[in-house]
């Protein structure tokens, strides 16, 4: 090469240069039609799996394809508002992937889609009902005593108070993801019904449930135009089918929220938004109160650094409330919300330092 | 934001920040706030209006409206959530019967 000719205008460069972008063109072209089409959209929660257990739309579904070589079984409790595969997004880039074929037996309890039947499903129904039962069946399936239980945002906050609300938890490991505990941290996302500006009633519909548009309005809001930077992002790699594939996953996850039972709702926001409960280390639960600190086993709050959904000051005060602070362990992944499901960085740091803690606090291979 | 970005991206993604960030500071603002939850109840209240308005006309025709068929399936939603929870426990006993390690 003539070190005097930059290497741009290298012809053998240049050539191949023009060759990729003409290639890449073609394929802007392809994924573009295919995009405004609606077709080839990737198809979401992939990983072969059995359902275990059953009651109303609450599901547990046992994950195949690992050699479960550890235990005690890992049950995730998802949240309320969302659908749980965000943590089995998409092959290859799913969470429950990475800890299946790690060794671990992965259940995930998901809610389903409320409607008039959830309308009046309290806390309660959620942590003194649907959740012993369903974990019960995890240990009959998996043959264990024990589990270690994982509640992503607030699927975290429902398995604090299930793992400290009975005395037969048998939580080997709780981990919170993204679990908000201190609501005056919440920022925008609650500040309409803090402040009393809205009731819960008010945002209820005829089903007795926040319907998923006002829930999904909520999130939008949060980064209105952000919008307009993501299509730009895909309209650059629009040659890249992976890339495609991804941001077509995510952009249907971020709509795709569910109806959130009206009951619960109402003791949402007045035990942990208006009241911010929580932070009072306990909270009322059917004819009892539950002392977080009453939490047995090892406990880690994974939380997400540029989470602007749950902020990492909303998570925070989980060290010093849930469970014995000598049992305590605190993970500051890089990354937004979805940093536990999806993602460069949950590849890179989420899913080998939570799958690692949990080996690591779990049973060995005999 | 990665080196290899054309710049007509990022010019996008500035001019995106630029505009975003004062919207999302204003819709993190007392005053959105104020407007959005006035929007809301006037909005409820319009619409409960011209419910009691039909309501009543459908009534006058002997004709149920929207809002009798509503309370009809919220009603029989109740039920059948009390249904359920009578099979689920009946369920519980039967395996409790059936001894140990049933499910």
Redesign the interface.
Known sequence: MNPRIPSTLNPADLLTRVNRDVERSILRARNGIRYARGTHRPTLGVTPKEVV?K??KAELWRYQGGDRRYGPPVVIVHSLVSRSYILDLRPGNSTVEYLTRAGLDVYMLDWGVA???D??NDLERYVDWYMPRALD?AR?ASGHEEVTLAGYCLGGVMAALYAAGHDDANVRNLILMATPVDYSEM??MV??LR?G??NPD??ID?T?NVPADALYSGFY??????E??QK??LL?NLWNDEFVEGFQAMATWSRDHVPFPGAAFRQLVDLLVRQNILMTGSMPLGSRQVDLAAVQGNVLNAMAERDNVVPPPAVEPVMQLVGDPFRREELRLPGGHVTFGTGRSAFKHTMPKLTGWIIDHSDTPS | MPANQPLWLRAVIRIERAIGEPIESAVRSDTYFDVISATTRVRRKVLGTAEGVSKRCLHLLNLPAGSDIRGMRQQLARMERRINQLSHDVAELDEDESGPGVR
């Not at chain 1, 809001?221 to 952000?226: E, H, R």
């Open positions: 257990w009651r109303d409607d008039e039947l309308a009046d069946a009959a920022g925008a500040a309409l402040e500006r809205l008010e945002l005829e007795g809001m949060l980064a209105p135009t952000v307009v930077a730009a992002t650059e």
